[in-house]
């Protein structure tokens, strides 16, 4: 057991760097420092992924036969660092993340051929059609029906919490092809066209005032049953794996310890009546404490990245890095809009939008605070509620 | 000991509730994002109904009325998550012009009354931690004239005041509670510049800029030097109203989320009948009794003068900013994800108990101040 880092692992650090020091954009450059959520904004987030796509490294964590690097587990943990060091917007993960994973894992060899190129180079713009109103943690009991008819099945239903779906030309969605039986056995994935007759989309606002969610919905769309994947009534299991990936395959370390360094540069400008902010007591005590927790995820995350790479299923381990890590995540923000006090509270989500060019009120560092602590609450909700990956690890990993 | 309300408070909770039952909120919030003019409709029902005159002395057309009563009304309109300026004018504003000159009395009270005169409190700085003697902003004497320069931020209200107050140093260094001078400021006197913003809670404010503002000795409120000790009675006030109203709004959260639980099913039968969601419910509503205890106890030593009572509002200021985080997160977790969403009520009170905390210091300073003190 050692944390040695060999030479040629140093070598690949200075060579992602000095990549993107030579391709990121100012406008790139300008959306990664305005995120304020794990959903970039969309024009720039899509430059980015060809740039990146065009370099072969849209997506490293695919097999290199799909369009993956082929690089180590190490590799392409330093890749991550560097992205978030470089504060480059987070690439749009339902195709890269979500969506390409699962055919690589359980399409046919048709629909890998036709739509991973596709997810790479940005053409398909996918999203994710799982919840429904009546159907969030206990997303099994979903009602969005698909009927057999010829060919084709026809939809009927409504999806909701749909990330970024009045952007997207395709979804991956789980609908119901079977009424009887337990509810997971009647379940199949599809895949489908946004602009199909019978679809409406109507975008969410949410806290911060961004339309960032959606609700769509089917009014009799006819899919065709070619754009199955995996075998009908078994969507569930192809649900499954594509979710084991939504959970464990982010990592959130690296970006935690750039928030964290950040929010300390911004307490050393914060002068309370006895010095700066960031030798007061209590907020150094804070600080501490969430340093800790973040060194501590940091090898909780390197462990399962050991177990990855040695060949292993992380299984129940990605729920726990989704706990950590949106619930530190949270905490993180937190303690930023309490280092900035009433400077997060001023409101003003058109200096966030990226070329706009509007003028910053108060210090330009206090801008995404508030936005992103508010967006942040919704991490612990998506992708299996924190309290669904708690009831995963009691079930799973300690049997009870 | 009492915690009955008296005839005429309970009136004037009664009176807040009906305006509030018609006049919610929650529909404003949701449409407003972008700067707004005064609501000068609502304001005027606010004078027609008395509320502006609660804690004025009757010589000057007022109730005659405290912090008592601020606090039920303010807990109602809490509630109704009602954006009318009344704590920057009525509280802050009448809390200090309460201790102006008779000459600064008689020009501004009866207009205030009237609902024709907007006042705020410009104390906050940025990349200073909010507490009165961190005040930097200097005001240079000049014979009878003191010269402000400088920029006070996130001044509630500020965008729509007629009259500042301005929290300023004329003596001393940051630390010091002497040397610090309040004077009133006309928003178009002559190098006084405006740059509003909205705030998180759906209000608005401004960033004031101070350039060669030439300020007379008669603005002046209470002694050269001496602002300090009117400045805390009167934050102290703010503070008091600000909780009350807050205790509404997390009243209104704990409800809200309670009665989700009760209609939401996952797994064939209501979230609430979870026992993990169960305890947490019980958890807020711990925190809020909690909280709403601290309003009293605070407000009643502020009314009786005991001698804990400036202890007392730094508990309850600290009470709420970690009480309000609880139960806003809370909230939003367990109405998932419509919790996030701008449609629901929900989110607004949870933007409103966030924005608070952040104001006058959050929970963290307040609790430093105890410490310091003890």
Redesign the interface.
């Known amino acids: 057991m050692d944390l040695r880092v060999p030479e040629q692992e140093k070598a690949f650090r200075d060579e992602v760097r000095t990549f993107l020091e030579e391709s990121l954009t100012p406008e790139i450059r300008e959306a990664g420092r305005l995120v304020t959520s794990v959903f970039a904004p969309v024009k720039e987030a899509m430059a980015w992924q060809r740039i990146l796509n065009d370099k072969g490294w849209a997506a490293p964590h695919w097999p290199k036969e799909f369009g993956g690097t082929g690089w180590s587990v190490s590799q392409r943990a330093i890749f991550a660092e560097e992205l978030v060091r470089a504060e480059t917007p987070p690439l749009v993960p339902m195709g890269l993340h979500m969506c390409g994973p699962c055919l690589i894992g359980c399409g046919t060899e048709e629909q890998q051929q036709e739509y991973l190129p596709k997810i790479l180079n940005g053409e398909h713009f996918w999203c994710q059609g799982y919840?429904e109103p009546?159907?969030?943690?206990?997303l099994a009991?979903l009602k969005t029906f698909a009927d057999k008819d010829g060919d084709d099945y026809i939809l009927n239903g409504t999806k909701?919490?749909t990330t970024y779906a009045h952007y997207a030309n395709k979804m991956f969605a789980l609908v119901r092809t079977n009424r009887d039986g337990k509810p997971q056995q009647g379940i199949t994935f599809l895949l489908l066209d946004m602009d199909l007759p019978g679809i409406t989309i109507e975008p969410?606002?949410?806290?911060d005032?961004v339309p960032e969610?959606c609700q769509v919905f089917f009014d009799n769309v006819r899919v065709p049953q070619k754009n199955r994947v995996g075998a009908e009534n078994d969507g569930w299991t192809v649900a499954k794996y594509l979710l084991t990936f939504e959970r464990g395959g982010q990592e959130y370390a690296p970006g935690l310890n750039v928030m964290l360094e950040k929010i300390r540069l911004m307490a050393e400008?914060?002068?309370?009546?006895?010095g700066p902010?960031n030798k007061?007591p209590?907020?150094k005590h804070?600080f501490a404490a969430l340093e800790a927790d973040v060194l501590a995820l940091e090898f909780t995350e390197m462990r399962i990245k050991s177990a990855l790479s040695a060949g292993k299923d992380p299984g129940a381990l990605s729920s726990m890095t989704k706990i950590l890590g949106t619930e530190l995540l949270?905490k993180v923000t937190?303690l930023r809009?309490?280092t900035?006090?009433?400077?997060?509270?001023?409101?003003?989500p058109q200096a966030l939008v990226p070329g706009e060019e509007q003028p910053v009120?108060?210090?330009e560092y206090a801008l995404t605070a508030?936005p992103h602590?508010?967006n942040s609450?919704?991490c612990?909700?998506?992708g299996g509620?924190?309290?669904v990956q708690r009831g995963i690890i009691a079930k799973a990993v300690l049997g009870l | 000991m009492n915690f009955q309300l008296s005839e005429e408070q309970q009136m004037l909770a009664d009176s807040a509730k009906r305006f509030v039952r018609d006049n919610s909120d929650v529909e404003t919030h949701r449409r407003n994002k972008k700067l707004m003019p005064l609501d000068a409709a609502t304001w005027q029902q606010f004078a027609d109904l008395g509320w502006l005159a609660v804690p004025f002395e009757e010589e000057h057309g007022g109730l005659g009325m405290g912090p008592l009563e601020t606090m039920v009304l303010l807990e109602a309109l809490g509630e109704g998550l009602i954006m009318a300026p009344y704590i920057a004018t009525v509280v802050l504003g009448g809390g200090f012009l309460r201790q102006a000159s008779a000459a600064q009395q008689a020009e501004t009270i009866p207009a205030l009354l009237e609902g024709k005169l907007q006042v705020a409190f410009a104390a906050e700085e940025y990349e200073r931690v909010f507490t009165l003697e961190n005040t930097a902003m200097v005001a240079d004497l000049k014979g009878n004239e003191a010269i402000l320069n400088g920029t006070k931020s996130c001044v509630m209200n500020g965008d729509q005041a007629d009259l500042l107050v301005v929290l300023a140093r004329t003596a001393g260094k940051p630390g010091d509670q002497d040397g610090l001078s309040l004077f009133l400021v006309d928003v178009n006197a002559p190098g006084v510049e405006r740059v509003p913003h909205r705030t998180v809670d759906g209000r608005q404010g401004a960033e004031i800029r101070f350039n060669q503002v030439k300020v007379a000795e008669a603005a002046r409120i209470g002694a050269l030097h001496g602002g300090y000790a009117i400045a805390r009675q009167v934050l102290h006030e703010g503070l008091l109203a600000l909780s009350a109203e807050s205790v509404g709004s997390l009243s209104v959260l704990l409800n809200e989320t309670v009665e989700y639980s009760k209609t939401r099913k996952q797994f064939g039968m209501p979230i609430g009948k979870f026992q993990v969601l169960q305890f947490r419910m019980a958890d807020m509503f711990i925190a809020m009794e909690q909280t709403r205890s601290l309003l009293l106890a605070a407000t009643l030593k502020t009314v009786e003068g005991h001698d804990d009572a400036a202890m007392a509002v730094h508990a309850m200021k600290a009470q709420l900013g970690r009480a309000g985080r609880n139960i806003a997160q809370e909230a939003i977790q367990i109405h998932g994800g419509m919790g996030m969403t701008d449609e629901l009520g929900v989110g607004h009170y949870v933007k409103r108990v966030t924005g608070v905390d952040g104001l006058f210091g959050n929970a963290d300073v307040h609790l430093m101040a105890i410490a310091r003190s003890a």
């Open positions: 919840s009546g159907s969030g943690s206990d009991s909701i919490w969410i606002v949410g806290l005032e969610q400008k914060q002068q309370t009546a006895f902010l007061d209590v907020w804070k949270q937190e809009i309490e900035l006090g009433s400077q997060s509270v001023i409101w003003q009120i108060g210090p508030m602590y508010l609450r919704a612990s909700i998506y509620s924190n309290e």
